[in-house]
C-alpha cells in the first residue's frame, strides 16, 4: 500500500492561510491503514486547526469528512456537496487523492496535509518499510522475492557493494543490505546459480526514468 | 614500464591513489604526485571519493599524465547514467588514458551533498561491460547488454582502455561477494585493487580463490596516522575495519605516524608473494609513500 505521513501542524496552518470555510478530507484506503490520512486523523487535524484558529483569533469553519477513496473520481464525486461552498480544501490522501481532488474541483485550491512516502508495508506496529518502486520491470522471480532496485540503497543488479558489511548498508546499520538478505534467501531455496549470470543494464524507461507513466488494456475501455 | 606491462609481465606492482583538490587548484596534487611517481606503476584519481564533491577525476589524470604519471582514472556509477559514462570513457581514451577502475561510488548519503540524488544507472559490473563494448568499437545504443556486441552504433575509433575493479576481501560475509567479483572477471576486469587488507589468513583464502579465476589482484596498504583516525575510518568509511591490535599499537606510539608507516611497510612485506602487488593509500599523506616503500625495501 501506499505510505503517507502527516505534514507538521504548522505546515498545514501556513498553507491554509486566510482561507476562511475548508473542509478536511480522509481517505478510508491506505491511509487509514498507515495511520496518517483516514477518518480519525481528520477528527485529530480537524480539532487542531479549530483550535489553532480560535488561539489566533481567526474566524474560520473547518468541516470534516472522508471518502472510500480519493485516487476515484466516482468517490471524489460526493464530496460535491460538502466542497461546493467551501474555499479551501485540505486532503489527507496520498498525492494521488490531493491530484484527483484538484481535477474534480478545478477552481477550488486543494493542499496536502501528508508527505506521500513510499510503496511498503508495516513491518511491526508503528514502523512502515517500503518495498516497491513501481519501476515497471518486476525482477522478483531472479532474486528470492526481494527486490533489489526498492531495498538496496544504489538499485544495484549484480550483488553487494563494498560497502555491505555483516548484512547492513553502508548507509547506516539499521538498513539491511538487500544483497545479503538475496543472498541468504537464494541459499535457503538452493537456487543460489540465480546470482552467477550477469544482470544487463536495466531498462529504466518503464520506471518513472521514462516520463508520467500510463497504462492502456484495450479489452477494458469502453 | 607502465601499469599494465608491469602486471603483465607477473611482477609486483606498486599503485598509490591521490585525491583531487576540492577547488581548482592542482599545484599541491602535482607536487606530492611528481615526489612519488618514479616508486610507483602508477596512480589513482578518485572521483569525488566518499561521496565528497572534488575537482574530477578525468582532468586531473590528464593533468598527472602530462607530468609522465601513468594514472588509473576511478570511475564511478553514483554520479553519471549510462551516456555520461560512455562519454566520459570516449573522453578518456581521446586524452590517452589507458587504466579505468570501474566502481559502483559510495551513496552520496556518507557524503557532503547527502541529499543529492544519486544516479547508479548501472552499476559496476554493467560498467565493465560498457568498457569491453567500447572497446570492441560499439556503444550500448538502443539495445541492452544482452544482445550481441555486433549491434549497438559503431564508433567512429575505439577505445583502448585497461578495465580494473575493486574488491573486499575482508567484507563479512564473504560469500556475496565472492559471487559478484566472479562476475566481475566475467565482465572484463584485468585487475583488482581491494579495500585495505588486515586479515591475512582471510586474505590467503581469498588469493586461492582469485588465483583460481585468473584475477590480477593488488591487495590495499591503509597508512594509519593516529588511533582516532582508525576509529574514525571504522565508522565512517564503508568497508574498513582496522583490528584493535592495530588501533592499540597506533595508541602506545610516541610516533604514531612512524609507527603507521613501519605498520604498512610490513604488510607489504607480508604480501610480497601472495598476490600481484599492492595499492597504498596515504590519504592526504602522498609523500609518505616513499617512506613506507624504504621501509619496505622496495
Keep these: ?222 | 614500464m607502465n601499469f599494465q606491462q608491469s602486471l603483465t609481465q607477473n611482477q609486483f606492482t606498486i599503485t598509490t591513489e591521490i585525491g583531487p583538490p576540492k577547488g581548482t587548484d592542482t599545484s599541491e596534487m602535482l607536487a606530492q604526485a611528481s615526489k612519488i611517481k618514479d616508486r610507483v606503476h602508477a596512480m589513482n584519481v578518485t572521483d569525488n571519493q566518499s561521496s565528497i564533491m572534488r575537482l574530477g577525476s578525468l582532468a586531473a589524470c590528464h593533468l598527472l599524465k602530462e607530468q609522465g604519471i601513468d594514472p588509473i582514472y576511478q570511475l564511478t556509477c553514483r554520479d553519471r547514467n549510462r551516456l555520461a559514462l560512455q562519454s566520459d570513457l570516449l573522453s578518456a581514451s581521446a586524452l590517452g588514458l589507458r587504466n579505468v577502475l570501474a566502481l559502483t561510488g559510495d551513496h552520496p548519503q556518507v557524503g557532503d551533498h547527502p541529499q543529492a540524488k544519486p544516479v547508479f544507472d548501472v552499476d559496476s559490473t554493467q560498467l565493465l561491460q560498457i568498457i569491453g563494448r567500447l572497446n570492441e568499437g560499439r556503444d550500448l545504443s538502443t539495445q541492452f547488454m544482452n544482445k550481441p556486441l555486433t549491434e549497438g552504433t559503431a564508433l567512429k575509433g575505439k577505445t583502448d582502455l585497461f578495465p580494473g575493479a575493486v574488491v573486499c576481501p575482508e567484507a563479512n560475509p564473504i560469500k556475496p561477494q565472492l559471487l559478484r567479483f566472479s562476475k566481475k572477471v566475467v565482465a572484463g576486469a584485468k585487475f583488482f585493487q581491494t579495500q585495505a587488507i588486515y586479515d591475512f589468513e582471510k586474505f590467503e583464502n581469498f588469493m586461492k580463490y582469485a588465483r583460481d579465476l585468473g584475477a590480477k589482484i593488488l591487495a590495499g596498504i591503509l597508512l594509519l596516522r593516529s588511533a582516532g583516525m582508525a576509529r574514525y575510518l571504522n565508522k565512517n568509511v564503508p568497508g574498513i575495519m582496522v583490528p584493535d591490535h592495530l588501533i592499540k599499537e597506533m595508541e602506545s606510539s610516541a610516533h604514531p605516524l612512524e609507527t603507521g608507516i613501519k605498520i604498512a611497510a610490513r604488510q607489504i612485506s607480508q604480501l610480497k608473494g601472495i598476490c600481484n602487488g599492492v595499492h597504498i593509500m596515504a590519504i592526504g599523506l602522498e609523500d609518505k609513500v616513499l617512506d613506507i616503500l624504504d621501509e619496505a625495501g622496495i
Design chain 1, 1 to 222: 500500500m501506499i505510505i503517507a505521513e502527516q505534514k507538521e501542524i504548522s505546515e498545514i496552518i501556513n498553507m491554509v492561510g486566510d482561507h476562511r470555510k475548508i473542509l478536511v478530507i480522509g481517505c478510508d484506503t491506505c491511509v487509514t491503514v498507515c495511520l496518517s490520512g483516514g477518518a480519525k486523523e481528520v477528527a485529530i487535524l480537524a480539532s487542531a486547526l479549530r483550535l489553532a484558529f480560535r488561539v489566533q483569533g481567526k474566524q474560520v469553519e473547518v468541516n470534516e469528512t472522508t471518502i472510500e477513496r480519493q485516487c476515484e473520481i466516482e468517490f471524489v464525486d460526493s464530496l460535491e456537496s460538502m466542497a461546493k461552498d467551501k474555499d479551501l480544501l485540505i486532503s489527507m490522501g496520498c498525492g494521488i487523492g490531493v491530484q484527483t481532488i484538484a481535477e474534480r474541483f478545478f477552481h477550488l485550491p486543494v493542499v496536502p496535509a501528508l508527505n506521500t512516502k513510499f510503496l511498503g508495508l508495516p513491518e511491526k506496529q508503528g514502523v512502515w518499510v517500503e518495498r516497491c518502486q513501481a519501476c515497471g520491470q518486476c525482477v522478483l522471480d531472479k532474486t528470492g522475492g526481494i527486490c533489489p532496485i526498492s531495498r538496496c540503497s544504489k538499485s544495484l543488479l549484480n550483488g553487494p557493494c563494498g560497502g555491505s558489511q555483516n548484512g547492513k548498508c553502508e548507509i547506516n546499520d539499521e538498513i539491511d543490505c538487500a544483497w545479503h538478505l538475496i543472498y541468504e534467501r537464494l541459499k535457503a531455496l538452493n537456487r543460489l546459480e540465480c546470482l552467477e549470470e550477469i544482470m544487463p543494464v536495466k531498462d529504466w524507461s518503464t520506471s518513472r526514468d521514462g516520463g508520467p507513466r500510463k497504462m492502456i488494456r484495450e479489452d477494458m475501455c469502453l
